[in-house]
């Protein structure tokens, strides 16, 4: 279709365009064309969560966002959460809780547990459970998630002390 | 004697059967590089989507394609009239009947595959999919399985309406698939004609559909070169498509190659074989490029393998003590349109007949009857072996039904009625040889954990005031599961026996890859088979690789389903090790230049009886079968493969308490509190097992509270999206707590018995018994699932208890 | 599950906008969050030609009070709803009926006016407008107009909004000071459109219902002002015979069509409850209780 248009976003801190028709879906941008294929498509009337990315600092439902609607935003998906070579904390968290089983709803959960906890570093497991209600899993049942998410907020604020603290 | 804190740290190191491992899979998991089939993409590619029909049952006048041709990037339309050049139009499932590949002039559910338009992107292809124009000429569908089987039916199956039997006995109507009988009814009848009490019941265990998270799909590649076909595709049994494959397209096996790669959840949905996935590969094979065609969410629910839809009637007779002395089971079982249920071939209706569950029934008989009905084919097992659920699920209900009946406590009648743990092996009267077992103490461990007479005396309480405005039930759970399907000399699919395999690779420096014949989709494979191999070597965990669904590198097996992976490829696994330590044996004796009688095997390492200063590590031994010092004669390498042909089944078992809390005036149930004990025998990784457990019984709630598949009366699906269908989030899903008890199988290498359906098939009961022993006390005896807010809310409609005392 | 093909405009102001709405004609649809739209179109039941994403346009957003009333432009989001202090202080049911809506990402996204202009009476905002009394800003090519909300709803999917014409801002009067509150809404599930949910604001005085107003979703082809239900009630207490009877009263004007959620009994039945419910926990609420 010649009706193209031009799209720049920063995806997890790298300058990137596009030239898409404008009924293409951020999922299949990020998938198919960018090779970021840690978000997937689960239900794809916007339930299940798989497909969800970081915008502008809000969680979406990249299966229902179209890409045209990205441009100039900032986007970040579970390939960023480790920096330089490091796991971030809930990445860390959901291994060692034993938080996710076939993987498949785990970039999902990854980045918006990341967001949950910019926004609400001290969650309670409620906050947790109302937090992650958009991220389907069908494997772990969410207890060991709930948990993971819990140990990755102890060691953020952990980490924060840590960084403040003054050099011996 | 080695230091004991020494001892203890080499045995830390392998991280063996018994800790709880941190799983090797999720390094790239975590990381979002997990490799699911549409993350692949191939130089060429085009993508299928697939033409359903509107319809459950009609005749196909015409199909015009041109429309759907002339959109730019659309490269092909598939029909059935162009697979009938190969042969390809209809397919053998896994039952023993065949099923259109694509609609061969009649359409017989809602949804079914009527053609396949091939473009070079997803949005092409969709764009050519909703331009293809079929005439349809409507037809009167079928919905009820009850009215299947009346003289004026209409037939469904014209293909097949002339023939005798389709693949499991004599049919007796064109819509008839099977009659299927076990036990001995004579018995059976004579003990309930002299019983001092019966009772009966109706249970449905309704249509519903395992729905994991990834969608099936599969991305076929045909290289006219070679001749050789590569599919990649989500199978939790890749031999067994391989196989499946070969037959169909005439394709030497040899150079079909199945890739299961990662899996995003499987839970029985993604055994058979879809219409899909062959339309995908004859593409591939007839254009020369490859062929991804990945389903919608709408298509997974409305097409795929579903589970259940078995409309039970349960029967038991006791005596004045409720001590049970017969039990009469039957189900009508609604296939679909094709048979398609994945089955062995002497259970046509699976492994119903374990339906004695966990008691000492003398007299039992069960027969099943199977029919079409304009639904999608299907009746895959949904998190447990083959219609176990089903039959665990009755006689869990039927055992309360008749506590309810004798007014016995219904911890009291399971108590009388358990197989006694000096009964083991126990022979029921089905047949079936239950291993090992201990079911008192478990029970009695779950009622004291949860002061069980304690939640009796609060419900006493709550049933004594008028003006509660909730009902209080108790739901328990004592069921026995039978897994690790099985002995081949009773168990094969297409004549295929179901044993399974490991060949394990052990290399010079003391690290080791291994592959087995099953399929993880999240299981955790990578991590327990290690453990395993770590034990019977001594080698760490942490450098075994273990590797699955690629079926040119891993020995043939029939895949993971029905828990079947612990119990067949764990003990395949274990003996290869075995076979492995016992070479190493050899060598090492010869290298101490001692008998290999005067060794010992500790931890790691040989030891010299009797002199422990003299050994030699697993990690050495490794490196010298790779270097040649060897006994004379000896092949040099360090592998081994094994074929396991399980001797029996296992049969694992836990006792489960459930407390719910029933809103009268909406009829939401609140689960307050769920306690699941299991004993699954051996524990190799308790953290995956807990991790298992959690998902189970999450299954089970959801199955039991919500999950359904309606239909109108012209066959329409009418809750297809995740909207409708229930996939209970981490708001509704309650907190889980678990317990176990050992008791290993004594027939399996490791004694361990399999543990994933367990939470599921035992679960279901225990939550359904909770919300029917709230409404004990007013007389009522059973209420089908799923206990949804309304369909609870019409039982207390029903029973006048939503009507406010105004004072 | 793929969209049909159409053209994406991005104005940068509302007049813009509403020029293109006007130019682009019938088949020209406005995208806010998306999250009714973008699902229909991908099922292809909606196929528009045109899409008018209104994203860039600063003036639809942000939640301020002027004067007694609190403005809230169209293209605000839940999530700013629900996290909004201002209307925590003053129009706390607002943010309490905002909680019950989808999921965390559908919040984020998905936007009141987008709610409100779509006019299906399983979304939540239309009853918490009625019993809010909030009006709505609309402006098309003809220029702008005020209409109530009570009144705005006309059929399933069918509003008063004229082709072309985009909601622009919403416009909520404080309740006094002592006012109760409630949106209790029962759903199968997270993600669901209510079974039947009951907004409900409540002033007591000297033991008597004083004012109320309540206002039920998914129980019509509209969200429903219960009117009856609200006459029944003034100058009584609150006791147990006049939540009978508000009940009653609500359950008479319900017109629910059936589906999974349940037949026409329960969703009746559920309207009657939710309506209870939600006039015991706004009156817990007035302080008066």
Redesign the interface.
């Known amino acids: 279709?010649a009706?193209t248009?031009e799209v720049a976003f920063k995806l997890n801190g790298k300058d990137v365009q596009v030239s898409v028709?404008?009924?293409?879906?951020l999922i299949?941008t990020l998938?198919?064309r960018l090779a970021?294929?840690?978000?997937?498509?689960?239900?794809?009337?916007?339930?299940?969560?798989?497909c969800?990315v970081d915008l502008d600092g809000?969680?979406?439902?990249s299966c229902?966002?179209?890409t045209?609607?990205c441009?100039g935003a900032e986007l970040f998906?579970?390939?960023g959460?480790?920096q330089a070579g490091e796991?971030h904390a809930i990445?860390q968290a959901?291994?060692?809780e034993?938080a996710?089983?076939?993987?498949?709803?785990?970039?999902g959960m990854?980045i918006?547990a990341w967001r949950?906890l910019q926004e609400t570093p001290e969650p309670t497991e409620q906050d947790?459970?109302?937090?992650?209600?958009?991220?389907?899993?069908?494997?772990?049942?969410?207890?060991?998630?709930?948990k993971a998410v819990q140990s990755a907020a102890r060691k953020v604020a952990d980490h924060k002390v840590a960084a403040q603290a003054p050099s011996a | 004697m080695g230091d004991m804190t020494e001892l203890k740290a080499r045995e830390d190191k392998l991280q063996g059967t018994g800790t709880s491992m941190?799983?090797k899979?999720?390094?790239?998991?975590?990381?979002?590089?997990?490799s699911?089939v549409?993350?692949i993409?191939l130089p060429g590619m085009l993508f299928g989507a697939l033409v359903r029909s509107p319809h459950a049952h009609a005749r196909i006048k015409s199909i015009d394609k041109a429309a759907a041709k002339a959109v730019?990037g659309v490269v092909a339309v598939l029909t059935a009239d162009d697979l009938k050049p190969v042969k390809l139009h209809w397919m053998p499932t896994l039952g023993g009947d065949v099923q259109a590949v694509l609609a061969d002039g009649k359409v017989c559910f809602q949804y079914q595959e009527v053609a396949m338009v091939l473009a070079t992107d997803?949005?092409a292809a969709a764009d050519g999919a909703a331009l293809v124009e079929v005439d349809y000429e409507e037809l009167p569908a079928i919905v009820d399985p009850k009215k299947a089987m009346a003289p004026d039916a209409p037939v469904i199956r014209e293909d097949i309406a002339e023939k005798k039997e389709v693949g499991h006995g004599p049919r007796t109507h064109p819509n008839h698939i099977f009659t299927w009988e076990a036990g001995d009814k004579a018995a059976a009848d004579a003990a309930f004609a002299t019983a001092a009490v019966t009772v009966r019941e109706e249970i449905l265990n309704p249509r519903v559909h395992p729905?994991?998270?990834?969608?099936c799909g599969c991305v076929a590649s045909f290289d006219k070169g070679t001749g050789a076909l590569t599919v990649y595709m989500t199978t939790q049994a890749p031999h067994l498509v391989r196989t499946v494959l070969a037959m169909l397209s005439g394709i030497p096996e040899s150079k079909i190659r199945v890739v299961a790669g990662?899996?995003?959840?499987g839970?029985g949905n993604k055994v058979p074989v879809y219409p899909g996935y062959v339309v995908a590969i004859v593409a591939s094979i007839v254009t020369g490029v490859p062929v991804k065609w990945?389903e919608?969410?709408?298509e997974n629910i409305s097409t795929t393998g579903f589970a259940r839809d078995y409309h039970g009637v349960g029967e038991l007779a006791a005596d004045a003590d409720g001590r049970i002395k017969a039990l009469r089971f039957t189900a009508l079982a609604d296939h679909g349109a094709f048979n398609s249920h994945v089955s062995a071939t002497k259970f046509p209706a699976g492994l119903f007949s374990i339906c004695t569950g966990s008691y000492a029934i003398p007299n039992a008989y069960a027969r099943v009857d199977a029919v079409y009905t304009n639904k999608a084919p299907g009746g895959v097992a949904y998190r447990c072996s083959l219609r176990v659920t089903e039959a665990i699920y009755l006689i869990e209900r039927m055992v309360d039904v008749l506590a309810q009946k004798l007014g016995l406590d219904k911890a009291e009648i399971r108590r009388r009625n358990f197989v006694q743990a000096e009964q083991f092996p126990y022979t029921t009267a089905f047949g079936w040889t239950l291993d090992s077992g201990n079911y008192h103490p478990a029970l009695e461990k779950v009622l004291q954990a949860c002061d069980y007479e304690g939640l009796r005396r609060e419900q006493a309480a709550r049933r004594a005031d008028p003006n509660a405005p909730t009902l209080m039930g108790i739901g328990l759970a004592t069921f026995t599961e039978i897994l690790g399907a099985g002995p081949t000399s009773v168990c094969d699919i297409l004549g295929i026996g179901l044993f399974d395999s490991c060949e394990i690779r052990v290399h010079p420096t003391g690290a080791a890859i291994a592959r087995m014949g099953t399929m993880s989709?999240?299981?955790?494979h990578a991590t327990t088979y290690a453990q395993i191999i770590a034990t019977e070597l001594g080698l760490p965990a942490s450098d075994i690789v273990v590797e699955e669904g690629d079926t040119d590198k891993a020995p043939y097996g029939a895949g993971t389903w029905g828990s079947r992976s612990t119990p067949v490829s764990g003990a395949a696994t274990a003996q290869a090790a075995r076979k492995i330590r016992d070479k190493a044996r050899k060598i090492a004796a010869h290298l101490l230049e001692v008998a290999e009688g005067d060794l010992e095997w500790e931890i790691d390492r040989f030891t010299v009886k009797g002199n422990p200063s003299q050994w030699k590590t697993m990690k050495e031994i490794c490196m010298v079968a790779h270097t040649g010092n060897l006994p004379a004669g000896m092949e040099p390498g360090l592998n081994a493969v094994t074929y396991y042909d399980p001797p029996n089944m296992t049969y694992p078992f836990g006792a489960y308490l459930c407390v719910v809390d029933v809103d009268k005036f909406t009829g939401e149930v609140k689960m307050r509190r769920f306690y699941a004990l299991d004993d699954c025998g051996t524990r190799i990784n308790p953290?995956?097992i807990?991790?298992?457990i959690?998902?189970g019984?999450?299954?089970a709630f959801a199955v039991a509270m919500g999950q359904q598949m309606p239909f109108d009366e012209a066959g329409n699906h009418l809750g297809n999206?995740?909207?409708d269908y229930f996939?209970p989030?981490?708001?509704e899903?309650p907190?889980?707590e678990t317990d176990y008890t050992v008791t290993p199988s004594p027939h399996h290498p490791i004694g361990a018995k399999g543990v994933a359906e367990s939470p599921h098939v035992g679960g279901i009961p225990c939550m359904s018994n909770a919300v029917i022993d709230a409404f004990a006390h007013l007389g009522v005896t059973h209420m089908d699932m799923p206990h949804s807010a309304w369909r609870v809310w019409q039982k207390c409609n029903e029973l006048g208890i939503n009507k406010r005392q105004t004072p | 599950?793929?969209?049909?093909?159409?053209?994406?405009h991005?104005p940068n102001s509302l007049a813009e906008a509403v020029q293109l709405m006007g130019n682009l004609g019938p088949d020209a649809k406005v995208?806010a969050g998306?999250?009714s739209l973008?699902?229909m179109?991908?099922?292809r039941f909606a196929q528009p030609s045109h899409?008018v994403?209104l994203?860039r346009i600063a003036e639809l957003r942000g939640i301020r009070q002027v004067g007694d009333e609190i403005h809230i432009g169209a293209m605000t989001t839940e999530?700013e709803l629900l996290h909004s202090p201002l209307l925590a202080d003053k129009v706390p049911l607002l943010v309490e009926g905002a909680g019950w809506i989808?999921?965390?990402?559908?919040r984020?996204?998905g936007t009141i006016g987008g709610d409100i202009s779509h006019g299906d009476p399983g979304n939540d905002h239309p009853a918490l407008m009625l019993a809010l009394d909030a009006s709505f800003v609309l402006r098309g090519a003809q220029g702008e107009r005020t209409v109530k909300a009570d009144g705005f709803f006309l059929g399933v999917y069918s509003t008063q909004l004229e082709p072309g014409e985009i909601l622009t801002q919403v416009r909520v009067p404080i309740p006094a000071p002592g006012t109760g509150w409630s949106y209790q809404k029962l759903k199968r599930k997270?993600?669901d459109f209510a079974t039947a949910a009951a907004a409900v604001l409540l002033q007591m005085k000297g033991g008597n219902v004083a004012t109320v107003s309540i206002a039920l979703t998914n129980a019509g082809p509209t969200a429903l002002k219960a009117s009856g239900a609200e006459a029944s009630l003034l100058g009584k207490p609150l006791d147990e015979a006049a939540l009978d009877e508000a009940a009653r009263q609500a359950m008479a004007i319900c017109e629910p069509t059936p589906d999974l959620r349940g037949d026409v009994a329960y969703k009746v039945a559920m309207a009657g409850e939710m309506t209870r419910r939600a006039l015991q926990a706004a009156h817990a609420r007035t302080g008066q209780a």
């Open positions: 279709m009706n248009h028709v404008p009924r293409e879906l299949h998938r198919d970021h294929t840690g978000p997937h498509v689960g239900c794809e009337t916007s339930h299940c969560g798989a969800t809000m969680s979406v439902k229902t966002v179209l045209v609607q441009d998906t579970v390939e959460l480790q796991l990445q959901f291994h060692e034993h996710l089983q076939c993987g498949y709803c785990t970039p990854l918006r949950l947790i459970r109302y937090g992650l209600a958009g991220n389907l899993c069908r494997c772990t049942g969410y207890q060991n998630i709930v | 941190l799983r899979e999720d390094a790239r998991f975590i990381r979002g590089q997990g699911y549409d993350d993409q730019p997803r949005y729905c994991p998270l990834e969608p990662d899996i995003g959840g839970f990945i919608t969410r709408i989709q999240g299981q955790g953290m995956i807990e991790g298992q959690h998902g019984l999450t299954e999206t995740l909207l996939l989030t981490a708001m899903t907190h889980w | 599950m793929f969209p049909a093909g159409f053209d994406y991005a995208l998306g999250h973008l699902p179109m991908k099922l899409l994403d994203r999530h989808a999921d965390p990402q559908v984020y996204k997270t993600g």
